[in-house]
C-alpha cells in the first residue's frame, strides 16, 4: 500500500510539473501559443517577442521554437531565457527594413539583447539572414582611387578576366547591420545552431563577461561584403569550440573596440578584453580567417588559439594594431593554414600570418608583445609578415615546429607582389608593390625561429620571389635550426637578405 501511495503521489508531482504555463510544461513557452505561425510569410515579430517577454516576466525559463519557417524583424531576449530550436526550426530575417529596431546610428538584426545575464540561443535551428536579398548581384566592388598609386598592376589590380563579380565582394544595398548581437551581458551561452548568408557581421558580443560559444555553423555567401562571422569585442572570459565559419569577411575578430561607426551594441566602456580561447575551428574567409585588433581603444591581453584549420581565406592570421591600445599575450597552437590572392576589394592578399602596427588614426598604435606560434604549417601566396612603422612597438615574436611554404598565385599577373596593410592613413603604405619572400620582417625587436622549414611550391617565375627571408631594421633576430631553400627563381641566392639588423644569429641551412 505504501509502494502504491509513493507511485501516486510521483505521478501527481509529475503532472504538476507539466501543466500550467505556456505549452502545457512549467518553464517552456512554445511559440505557437502566443500566435506565432512558422509558414515562412506571416510576421511573427510580436508573437515571439511576446513569448520571450512572459518567459522573463515568470522568473526565465525555455522559449521553444517548434519546425517551422518563422519571419521576423529584430527581437530582444532578457535575463535567464533560453531561446530554443527544435530540429527543423528557422528564424527568416525580413527583407521589410521597418521591422528592425535602430540601436545607435545603424538598424540592429534579428536578435539585439542588452544588459542580460544568464541568457542563451541553443538548438539545431537555423537564423537566415537574407544576405543576397540586400546585395546587387551582378556588381563587384574593387579598388579605387589613391590604393592603386603604388601597387604594382596599377588600375589592373585585382581584376577579373572576364568582367564578371570574381570573388566579389558585391555592392551592398540598405541593409541591417550585426544579424545577433549581445551588448554588456553576461552568462550568456551559443549553441548548436545555424546561421545562414548574414548581410553584414553576423555574430557581436561586446563588453561582454563570460560565454560559451560551441558547435555553431556559420555559412555566409562569400560575396557579401562585412560578412563577417564571430566579432568578440572589448570582452573577456569568452571560450569558443567546435565551430563552422565560413564568410566573406573575417570569420573570428578579436579586439578592443568601444565603438564602432554607429553599429548596434557599442556603448563606449572602457573595459579590457582577456581570457578568450578559441579551440577545434575550421575557418574560411575572403579577409581574415582570425583578426586581432583594429582601431582599439580598449587593451587585449591573454588570448590562445589552438587546433585551427584554414582554408581558402585571403589572409590566415592577421593581427593589427591602428588606435592607441595594444595586444599582448598570444598564444596560437597546432594550426593549418592555406592561402590565396583574391580579385576584389577584400582587405588582405593571401598572407597566411600578418603582423602589423601602423597609423590607422593620428594617436600612434599601441604595441604588439608576445606572440608565440608552435606547430604552425602555412601554405599561401604571399609572405608570413611581421611589420612595425617606424614609430610602433612589435617585440617579442616566437616561431616554432613550423613550416612555411610559398606559392605563386593563378592571380599572380594582376595581383602579385605587392603587400596590403589596409587599413591606414600612411597612403604609401595601404597597398604596394613588393618583393615577397616567405618571410618578410620589418622595425620589429627580438623574433625568434626554432626548428622549422622554409620552402617553395610549384613553378615560381617572377623576380620578386627573392628569398627564404627578408629582414629590414630588426633588433634582435634568431633563426635557430632552421632549414631553407632559395627562391627557384633565384637558386644561387641567399636564405636570408638583411639590411640594417642587429643583433642577428643566422643557423638558417640550405635543404
Excluded at 196 to 208: K, N, T
Excluded at 292 to 320: A, E, K, L, V
Excluded at 324 to 335: K, R
Aim: aromatic share 8%; net charge negative.
Amino acid at each position: 500500500m505504501r509502494t502504491r501511495k509513493i507511485r501516486l503521489l510521483a505521478g501527481l508531482l509529475a503532472a504538476v510539473l507539466l501543466c500550467g504555463g505556456c505549452g502545457g510544461r512549467t518553464g517552456i513557452y512554445d511559440v505557437r501559443d502566443f500566435g506565432a505561425v512558422g509558414d515562412g510569410r506571416s510576421l511573427t515579430t510580436k508573437h515571439l517577442q511576446a513569448a520571450i517577454d512572459r518567459c522573463a516576466g515568470e522568473g526565465g525559463g525555455v522559449v521553444l521554437v517548434p519546425k517551422g519557417d518563422y519571419l521576423t524583424g529584430t527581437l530582444n531576449l532578457r535575463s535567464r531565457v533560453e531561446f530554443r530550436f527544435e530540429q527543423g526550426a528557422r528564424l527568416v530575417a525580413t527583407t521589410d527594413l521597418t521591422q528592425y529596431q535602430k540601436h545607435n546610428d545603424e538598424l540592429a538584426g534579428v536578435f539585439y539583447t542588452e544588459d542580460a545575464d544568464r541568457v542563451s540561443i541553443t538548438g539545431p535551428g537555423v537564423v537566415f539572414g537574407q544576405g543576397m536579398e540586400f546585395m546587387h548581384a551582378d556588381s563587384a566592388k574593387v579598388i579605387a582611387g589613391p590604393a592603386l598609386d603604388h601597387v604594382r598592376q596599377g588600375a589592373g589590380l585585382r581584376a577579373v578576366a572576364d568582367g564578371g563579380v570574381g570573388d566579389g565582394p558585391l555592392h551592398p544595398k540598405e541593409r541591417f547591420h550585426q544579424m545577433i548581437v549581445f551588448s554588456n551581458c553576461t552568462n550568456v551561452e551559443l549553441r548548436d545552431f545555424t546561421c545562414i548568408d548574414s548581410p553584414y557581421w553576423c555574430f557581436l558580443l561586446v563588453h561582454c563577461d563570460r560565454a560559451e560559444v560551441h558547435n555553431l555553423k556559420i555559412d555566409n555567401n562569400l560575396l557579401i561584403p562585412n560578412s563577417d562571422g564571430l566579432d568578440i569585442i572589448s570582452s573577456s572570459n569568452v571560450n569558443v569550440s567546435d565551430c563552422y565559419i565560413s564568410c566573406g569577411d573575417d570569420a573570428v575578430v578579436l579586439a578592443g573596440y568601444d565603438w564602432h561607426f554607429g553599429d548596434p551594441g557599442f556603448k563606449r566602456i572602457a573595459r579590457p578584453s582577456r581570457n578568450i580561447n578559441l579551440s577545434n575551428c575550421i575557418l574560411r574567409s575572403r579577409s581574415s580567417a582570425i583578426r586581432i585588433g583594429g582601431w582599439d581603444q580598449n587593451p587585449m591581453s591573454d588570448y590562445n588559439f589552438s587546433n585551427i584549420t584554414i582554408f581558402d581565406s585571403n589572409c590566415g592570421i592577421g593581427i593589427c594594431i591602428r588606435d592607441y591600445a595594444g595586444v599582448e599575450n598570444l598564444n596560437f597552437t597546432n594550426v593549418n593554414i592555406r592561402t590565396r590572392l583574391h580579385t576584389g576589394d577584400w582587405w588582405g592578399h593571401g598572407e597566411p600570418i600578418k603582423i602589423t602596427a601602423i597609423r590607422g588614426r593620428e594617436s600612434v598604435p599601441g604595441a604588439i608583445r608576445n606572440v608565440r606560434f608552435t606547430n604552425v604549417a602555412c601554405d599561401g601566396e604571399n609572405s608570413v609578415t611581421v611589420y612595425a612603422a617606424p614609430e610602433c612597438t612589435v617585440e617579442n615574436i616566437v616561431f616554432s615546429n613550423f613550416d612555411f611554404r610559398m606559392r605563386q598565385s593563378a592571380l599572380d599577373a594582376v595581383a602579385g607582389g605587392n603587400f596590403d596593410f589596409r587599413p591606414t592613413v600612411v597612403g604609401e603604405k595601404e597597398f604596394f608593390a613588393s618583393d615577397t619572400p616567405v618571410v618578410y620582417l620589418e622595425n620589429v625587436r627580438n623574433v625568434r625561429f626554432a626548428g622549422g622549414t622554409i620552402g617553395w611550391e610549384g613553378p615560381i617565375g617572377r623576380s620578386y620571389f627573392t628569398a627564404p627571408v627578408e629582414a629590414a631594421g630588426v633588433h634582435g633576430l634568431t633563426l635557430a635550426e632552421v632549414l631553407a631553400e632559395p627562391s627557384p627563381a633565384d637558386p644561387a641566392g641567399r636564405l636570408l637578405v638583411a639590411d640594417g639588423c642587429t643583433k642577428v644569429r643566422n643557423d638558417m641551412k640550405r635543404r
